[in-house]
């Protein structure tokens, strides 16, 4: 308790305009990727490979400009990464005080995030992947050229979520530069999108030996699609809750300056 009133303050300050703005950014990009395959496949008729291809090529699109920013936004990143543990732990304490508990769980790693071995993990991870992906699905019929460049749109929307991921990135570069507080700490995701196609050629796998002729990973990619959707709605939606904590907390330090629940 002398922990969580001693950082629950920083936390608070930290939930500002910009944290809220950052959230549902990250939530966008989520909907967007899923979003985006579905309607190539349902619109334009894309194949199970050209959807994993986008999947991919978009995995690495924001493996590289997490790169970026780490390279240009390093301190803030770095401080986004302190703070995340007093922000968990913060999170975990209001939890339970809400619930009228006396303990929270364990924390990983004392909760701290750290970019730079998440970079070297998305850096092993995602290239060794995508190579599994490549020999699961290369005796299947799978042509990358023909995937690249032969449906209606596809290309285009590869470079689009491209670009559209690359102007992100340099707009929150430049804005944070610009900003009148140098202070705010920035989120990147370094770590977990190597997992994320570990994961999906672990779907591959499995899909290609459910089926009978070996080559219909569609569900796979459903699955991997709904999951990205979900947490798109998930972090969007969690920003509702993020909210709601945020009162609480305000109150529940308010009534404690005051001099109300000071023992707690």
Partial sequence: MDRFHRVA??????????F???ELTLGFE???TGVIAIVGTLAFGWSAMNWLVFLIIGTFSGILTDTIKLFFLNKPINQHADNSADDQFVGLVCD????????????QDGGRYKPEIGLVFDLVFAPVSTLLIYFTVKENGFDGWNELFGQKHFLTSVIG???WQLLMTVWEIVSFR???N??????ILLGGRGVGLFFLFFLTAATGSCTKDQT???VALYVANGLLILMGLLNTFGILSIRNDSRWLREYLEKRNQGYGAGR
């Fill in 9 to 18: 303050p920083g936390t608070l300050a930290r939930r500002d305009t910009a």
């Fill in 20 to 22: 809220y703005r950052r």
């Fill in 161 to 163: 979520f491209c670009a």
């Fill in 182 to 187: 140098p202070e705010n700490p920035v989120k």
């Fill in 30 to 32: 989520f909907l967007l």
């Fill in 96 to 107: 339970a005080l809400r619930k009228g508990e006396k303990e929270i769980p364990k924390m």
């Fill in 178 to 180: 610009m900003t009148t």
């Fill in 216 to 218: 219909d990973y569609t």
